[in-house]
């Protein structure tokens, strides 16, 4: 049977107090209406509230859902809330819109840290939906996302009874009790003194995305789940059993079957219904479907019930084909060119020469050298291109023994890459396909570099940057990376590299260029990583998805000068890639070599945005300050910011796009620059980024 304890308990201090039911002031939702032009949240709610911010649900003991936030710690940038699913029915999307001062450049790894870190938390987040009892008593139970893999953190009782009182305050529809999502959290609940309610009990199945989909069973627990996901061991070929309901799965799969329910608008299920993926609840699934585990199947989630049964490669491939998206082409590679050519040497001038500099160079060399050849040289740093023949060469030269189901062989790694793409076995199986792009990773690290192409780079080094003892950077250029249509941010590697260290006649460290690194940075091991990196499961598992041909996948390199002591780094768009429509330029700087992108838990960049008018920075809205400087201080200062801006405008007019957006987007620039150790800018990546209007 369902469970209800309700039991009278103190108002906890531990949550700020918002808006409550009464109060005439304008809170955050209310600014954001203002702003937008639409609802899409409430601090207070009542009956006839719940009823326009929530939903009407089809599952079986439950009548309306929706979602809220609350505040886990004093400095929470927002109060209590109830989200208006009709407008927004993630978190990530609705923090992105409607605050998008504090949250416009959230992406999905920070906002699971936001949420569900214990030492980091900053809200209690989850749905809250609108249950029928048994007896027709209705009861609104919400339930705290958390990481389910460890005791040590998940939610405690105080935090329930906490979040209880203050959600309580603000929410006055009817009566409220927490949800627990798994086993942990009933642990955690047991003897606690805050209103339970099990939406579990006498339920044992039930579908969220009621279809049919083909993949590779694979069966996790939160904590082996957790593991998988920073591995990239499961993609959109496999079909997901998972212990427990999860936060979230955002790398596409084929299908997910949970042993606890799930709410009608959880991430999970938002997507899958997304991606028109089988979507559904079934008791004890872990343990139920164990016999599955690895075998390629077809799945149904039916209205009623499950159906599994085995599939055949060719139908699953068949039905892989029609999911993904339209197929994205890449450039021919062109094997013609042999010298390594200078950033301004590389011709730009026209459409022509710069779709020949891709196919040669790729993309990220050919950006980066027809920028430089359009900004002045201040701005710039050294730097040369490795083109793809010596990829092609090395692949075609080396030799390994290698197993590919029929017993070691001797072949060649573009032979090895041939045979892989054909065999349907490890298009089909991606735990089969990990394991063996893994080897040839490892093989690609353990090839030999031809010694002329070694004498080559030494005499380019020493022209290009003076001594053996400056470090540079080796950069993935491929042509499947820093395009319009897919973009392949992350995918690759890069590492820095040593001349010295070739020339020092020992294999001991530390570098030559830089006595922090304990290893020598050689230049044949700098080259051979960036190549490897061409066949990382996670390149491969992206490439796949968008359909790419991975035949024509090849990689170049940029090699250009590793800048030490930064004094910041920044990344500039020349638009709000997650506002549809905004012009200013949107600029996330942070303090010497500390990440932008991905920043680490509890650190977060300076954000800025600029308005431009005739190409000089007009208006300077300063959003947030960097975690890592007291209130009031700033990475960058006004005149730096108004230099970048007129450099940045400038850019916008002379980089040239010859690609023409899709209909309903727009082309931005990604750039990437850094201020020096003496205060002046340079850039170092620009790329093509299209937005959604």
Not at 546 to 558: E, Q, R, T, V
Request: aromatic share 8%; glycine share 8%; hydrophobic share 40%.
């Amino acid at each position: 049977m369902r469970r209800l304890h309700l039991f009278p308990l103190a108002l906890l201090a531990a949550c700020p107090s918002g808006p409550v039911p009464g109060d005439t002031e304008p809170g955050p939702c209310d600014e954001a209406e203002a702003r937008l032009g639409e609802r899409v949240c409430m601090h207070a709610v009542d009956a006839a509230a719940w009823t326009a911010l929530s939903r009407p649900t089809s599952l079986i003991d439950q009548a309306r859902t929706g979602k809220y936030m609350l505040p886990a710690r004093p400095d929470a940038r927002l109060p209590t809330l109830v989200m208006d699913v009709n407008a927004h029915e993630l978190h990530l999307s609705f923090l992105r819109a409607a605050f998008p001062d504090q949250f416009g450049d959230l992406d999905p790894l920070a906002y699971e840290v936001m949420i569900t870190d214990p030492a980091r938390r900053e809200f209690f987040a989850g749905p809250l939906t609108e249950y029928v009892a048994a007896d027709g008593e209705h009861v609104f139970g919400f339930t705290i996302w958390d990481p389910q893999t460890d005791p040590a953190s998940t939610v405690t009782c105080e935090q329930f009874r906490a979040a209880h009182a203050e959600l309580a305050r603000a929410f006055t529809a009817g009566p409220l009790a927490v949800v627990p999502s798994g086993e942990l959290q009933r642990a955690a609940l047991a003897g606690c003194d805050v209103p339970q309610y099990d939406a579990a009990a006498a339920i044992d199945y039930e579908a969220y995305t009621a279809t049919v989909g083909f993949g590779t069973v694979r069966r996790y627990t939160p904590a082996e789940l957790e593991q998988a996901t920073a591995r990239a061991a499961y993609g959109f070929q496999d079909i997901l059993v998972l212990a427990e309901a999860p936060l979230d799965v955002e790398r596409p799969i084929s299908g997910a079957v949970t042993g606890t329910r799930q709410a009608e608008l959880s991430h999970l299920n938002v997507r899958s219904a997304a991606r028109g993926t089988p979507n559904c609840y079934v008791r004890d699934a872990h343990a139920r479907l164990a016999a599955w585990e690895g075998q390629l199947v077809r799945l149904s989630c039916g209205k009623r019930d499950l159906e599994v049964e085995p599939a055949t490669p060719e139908e699953a491939q068949a039905w892989w084909d029609a999911l993904r998206p339209e197929p994205v082409e890449i450039p021919e590679p062109d094997l013609e060119a042999a010298a390594l050519v200078g950033l301004l040497e590389l011709p730009t001038a026209t459409a022509e020469e710069r779709s020949l500099g891709v196919r040669r160079h790729g993309a990220k060399g050919r950006n980066l050298a027809a920028l430089y050849q359009r900004i002045p040289a201040h701005l710039q740093i050294p730097g040369f291109l490795v083109p793809f023949r010596y990829y092609d060469e090395f692949m075609r030269s080396q030799q390994w023994l290698v197993d590919l189901g029929d017993g070691p062989e001797p072949l060649s790694l573009a032979d090895t890459v041939t045979r892989l793409l054909a065999d349907p076995q490890f298009r089909a199986d991606p735990a089969l396909r990990r394991a063996r792009l893994e080897a040839l990773y490892e093989a690609i690290r353990d090839g030999s570099c031809d010694p002329a192409l070694i004498e080559a780079l030494e005499a380019e080094l020493l022209e290009v940057f003076g001594a053996p003892d400056v470090m540079v950077r080796f950069r993935s250029s491929s042509n499947a990376e820093d395009g319009l249509r897919f973009n392949g941010a992350g995918l690759y590697e890069s590492t820095s590299a040593c001349l010295a260290d070739d020339l020092d006649a020992d294999s001991a460290g530390p570098s030559r260029c830089d006595p922090r690194e304990s290893d020598e940075r050689g230049v044949c091991r700098a080259m051979k990583k960036v190549w490897a990196s061409l066949w990382l499961p996670r390149a491969f598992e992206e490439r796949e998805w968008y359909g790419i041909d991975h035949a024509k996948a090849a990689m170049g390199i940029l090699v250009d000068l590793r800048v030490g002591d930064e004094a910041a780094n920044m990344v500039v768009f020349t638009g709000d890639p997650n506002l549809a429509g905004d012009r200013r330029l949107l600029v996330n700087a942070q303090l010497g070599e500390l990440e932008v992108v991905s920043p680490d838990p509890g650190t977060w960049p300076e954000k800025t945005r600029l308005t431009l008018e005739g190409g000089e920075v007009t208006t300077i809205d300063r959003v947030r300050g960097s975690s890592e400087l007291p209130e009031g201080e700033y990475v960058l200062g006004d005149a730096q910011l108004r230099e970048l801006g007129a450099h940045m405008a400038a850019i916008e007019a002379a980089f040239p796009i010859d690609d023409a957006p899709p209909e309903g987007a727009t082309v931005l620039l990604d750039t990437e620059w850094k201020v020096r150790a003496d205060q002046t800018l340079m850039i170092k990546q620009v790329r093509p980024f299209l937005r959604g209007e």
